[in-house]
């Protein structure tokens, strides 16, 4: 067996460490098990109390192509994608020789010692690991050995760092959903790795893990499309219907894994859910509204090709006046673009989606917590308002994990909407027409198929048409009709989630924000607040915005716009809505595949503020 | 299913479902009508429509339960035309039966009719109506069927035949896709062809598709007055008029007809899932609609000898529905309250607890 060569070590034994508070970058190949090995680690730091969070950047590919996994721990809560890499873990020998440049001075790379080491760099230490010999001496199954081989570098690291071994078998046991041998097989090279480790590595004093109370307690990890999975299924859905797409696929898989648990009818055995996978997105968008015309709660989930077909049904559905729900996991477009990267890319396109004069309602989830919630809070958006309501999760969000509040139960009522009964048809003989705003607000009432009273039954179209629903081209009618679906976008404004605030007293920049930029935005201002530069932030939940933000805007000197794309959609709506503050807006939009980070935010601020824009 | 030859004369099949001037459900055959139409005079689509009017009247359906879903085309406006009481839906050009899924999993109790035309279904929208037969949605798909598009002046649809003429697009050199093989292949479970100018055999295939528990495909040729009504087509009358050959004669019993058994030589009955049964009357005893392989062969032969051969051509009461595949509760989801409507708080907490 090879010794491993401790160089140079850096950081000198007395040196202070840096506890819970640095960046691990495991570099693997995709298909080789690595996606095991990085979601143990991330649960065992989580269950030790430490905040973290894991960004998994994987190719789209099934075997062979490089794949990252970026574990960040953060002492002071910190939740957002860290730029600086402080330990390097390289299992690829495709990529190693970029992978250990990437460690910042000062940090570790920690390599399979089977793979070349081309340079070696001055100011890191290397550790390279006997990975073949290790899974040889294990004595594996032979099919078993490549998926284990990544239990090697979370041995090396939990016995250099001080990862709990308990954590880790613990973790193990759920990610294998109790069972033990599958387990037990990964934790024996665990334990071989940590044996190894501490006779020819021993602890590293630069970087300590350590366990901590006050954070993660009461918490759970979970993925953002496992949390809407779960939402839509506690809000009442009746059918889910999708094809696949990167990075929705899982959503839907979700709503099937949980469907038998969480919603199975205890009286008769039998299913209150169907799920659907269709043969292409026109399909699926085709019977949530089908679904939804006949009174179902039904849902698709997709990312931005699919609700590129899906196009002219959300102009249906906009003005037949159905409710639908499409969840859009956004990644990154154009085209086919970076399928396995996330984007904020969707947001112009859903707002605006189908020919003609349509706007949609949009809401945008920061965290899984919130996930779960519009996963009623959408179905009855869609209800009320009788119309498609899209929920705008990203690849982030949507796919890595993330530390949440538990999700709250919810008893309330499900909020149907203006729905006439036949008892109700009985005593208005004469007087109703489906499209007939009797309130004021632009919401007219709706029957559903099936309704037993001779006249429930109206004529749903996407052609022209009258109150009543007959066909007409009448100019009055086709302008009466769109003035009452403007006056329903106004009744809108006033129902979805409102934007969260967070002001300081005195500040005068503003930050407006959406969705999963919601923790690099956090980390940002409290570096910024830091330099003595602090910020008020309004975390935009839906559209179309209500006239909070207006206030926001009018109280601040300047307002950043910032989102995960590259036109600066949001800015692009706000000036449009807002156009006697638009030159207030600055739109600050970065587009590389990545989620955004504090670095990248706090740089763009003091850019702006050297060009004395503030 | 089960299929037996029985005994009877068409008299008395006649005399027992003689219609009244109002039927079971106490109405008369005007509460079955829609809106006037507004398509061209002599169309086929209106006689198919009136098709409909009369198999609902008579067998007595509650409107109220019935829905109408259509795509885009001149077939696809006639549901506003029949069952004023019925839901109906227009939708969008080939999408018809995404629309119909959605609607038939929302509430399985209802009954569904969906109209498409060859445009509608053979062109823009095969793929869906592949894929709503090989569910075996429980949906009666009618297809009226005439070789062209209608509504945008004349273009040749994928069921023209070859070598066709028309005004505007000359000469079809492309072969026709053909309805009835299209849903066979898909594994269709009901397959029926008929033609708009026969409205004996029409409703009576009408009455066994509502009586039918899957998908039933039903391609009726309809001739365009407008743009294809001419001898070289067969989409037109007189071509169907001189061509059309009847596999039997088909009479519909209803499950609450009482059924008098007679001499009669040569009938085969196929009850229905929901009571009804059809009967055949064979004109061609080779062909045994239970017999899939004999039903390619008929298309087949039809398409090689260039004849309208109509009548049931597959049925297999066999194979489960979708609604049935997914094992929902008897109770339509739309009708279900609430509290079944979400996990119970323990079921919830219990999932929280793998994540925490």
Redesign the interface.
Known sequence: MSVAVREAPIVKPDAPAAVNDFAINVATANGSGSQTSNGVLLRALFKMGIPINGKNLFPSNIQGLPTWYIIRLSKDGFLARREMTDIQICMNGRTVAEDMERAAPGGIVIYDDSLPVANRRKDVTYYGMPVKDLVKEAKLPHALRDYVANMVYVGVLAELLGIEPEEIEAALLHHFEGKEKAAGLNMEMVERAIGWASAHVGQHHGYRVERITGFNEGKILVDGNTAAALGALAGGLSLASWYPITPSSSMAESVEKYASTLRTDPDTGKATVAVIQAEDELAAIGMVVGAGWTGARAMTCTSGPGISLMSEFAGLAYFAEVPAVIWDIQRMGPSTGLPTRTSQGDILAAYYLGHGDTRHVVLFPANPAECFDFGRIAFDLAEELQTLVFVLSDLDLGMNAHISEPFAYSDAPFKRGKVLSAEDLEERQGSWGRYMDVDGDGIAYRTLPGTRHNMAAYFTRGTGHNEYGYYSERPEDWEQNLERLKRKFETARQLVPRPVLDEVEGAQVGIISLGSNHNGVEEARARLEATGLATNYLRLRALPIDESVRDFIERNRIVFVIEANSDGQLHNILTTEEPAQALKLVSMAKCDGLPLSARYIVGEVEKAVEEALI | MSTRTRTRTEAAARRAARPAKTNRIGLEKTAYRG?PSTLCKGCGHDSISQRIVNAAWEMGL????V?K?SGIGCSSKT??YYL?????????HG?M???????????A??EVIGVSGDGDTASIGI??FK?AVRRNLPLIYIVENNGVYGLTKGQFSATADEGQFLKYQGVNDLPPLDICMEALTANATFVARSFAGDPKQLEALLKAAFNHRGIAVLDIVSPCVTFNNHDTSTKSYGFGRANEIKLHDLNFVPEFEEIEIEDYEDELEVELHDGGSIILKKIDPDHDPTDRTAAYNVIQQSLDEQKLITGLLYINEGEPTLTEL?????T???H?P??????S?E??????A???
């Open positions: 809106r509650d409107q109220t339960q829905v879903l549901p506003a004023g009481w019925s839901h109906g839906f227009n939708s969008l999408r039966p995404s629309v119909a899924t959605g609607a038939i999993i929302a509430n109790s209802l793929g869906q894929h997914l094992n929902l509760t008897d339509p989801l739309t279900l609430d509290e079944k409507l979400r996990p708080r079921a919830l907490e219990g999932v929280m793998t994540l925490a």
